[in-house]
């Protein structure tokens, strides 16, 4: 399975977070499945950790890089076709880091792991 994982999926993986569903904690730890972070993820959380919303063990440009590596997950970089496809997508998601990971999910065939009920209301596939 190639699955791309949501902010909070990646957030609760590295700190065993209990909202971590079975289910994606099963997907995450089959070495078999190739799992992506996106970009937009990262943004992400620079953008919450530099306005005190989120608190990590050390700056983000060391954690996230530290956390990719220890758990082998790949980056999933932003193509001007993912930003661009945002437009196609209906406004059931306001958030434009969720609708870029809808947008990539679609357009590079990934599941999708996200506890998100509104992403799940999109032509996407999820697993929670």
Same mark, same amino acid.
């Given at each position: 399975m190639r699955a791309l994982l949501d902010t909070h999926a990646f957030l609760w993986w +590295?700190? $065993? $977070? =209990?909202r971590l569903s079975p289910t994606a904690r099963e997907v995450i730890a089959d070495g078999r499945n190739e799992l992506y972070l996106s970009v937009a993820s990262a943004w992400e959380i620079a953008i919450k950790a530099a306005r005190g919303s989120l608190i990590l063990p050390e700056p983000p440009e060391q954690y996230v890089p530290s956390r990719l590596r220890l758990h082998r997950l790949s980056v999933l970089a932003i193509q001007l076709r993912h930003a661009l496809h945002v437009y196609d997508l209906p406004m059931i998601h306001r $958030? =434009?880091?969720d609708r870029l990971l809808i947008a990539q999910s679609r357009l590079e065939d990934l599941v999708l792991l996200t506890t998100d009920p509104d992403i /799940? /209301?999109? $032509?996407? +596939?999820?697993?929670?």
């Amino acid at each position: 399975m190639r699955a791309l994982l949501d902010t909070h999926a990646f957030l609760w993986w +590295n700190t $065993d $977070d =209990p909202r971590l569903s079975p289910t994606a904690r099963e997907v995450i730890a089959d070495g078999r499945n190739e799992l992506y972070l996106s970009v937009a993820s990262a943004w992400e959380i620079a953008i919450k950790a530099a306005r005190g919303s989120l608190i990590l063990p050390e700056p983000p440009e060391q954690y996230v890089p530290s956390r990719l590596r220890l758990h082998r997950l790949s980056v999933l970089a932003i193509q001007l076709r993912h930003a661009l496809h945002v437009y196609d997508l209906p406004m059931i998601h306001r $958030d =434009p880091f969720d609708r870029l990971l809808i947008a990539q999910s679609r357009l590079e065939d990934l599941v999708l792991l996200t506890t998100d009920p509104d992403i /799940r /209301r999109y $032509d996407v +596939n999820v697993v929670w």
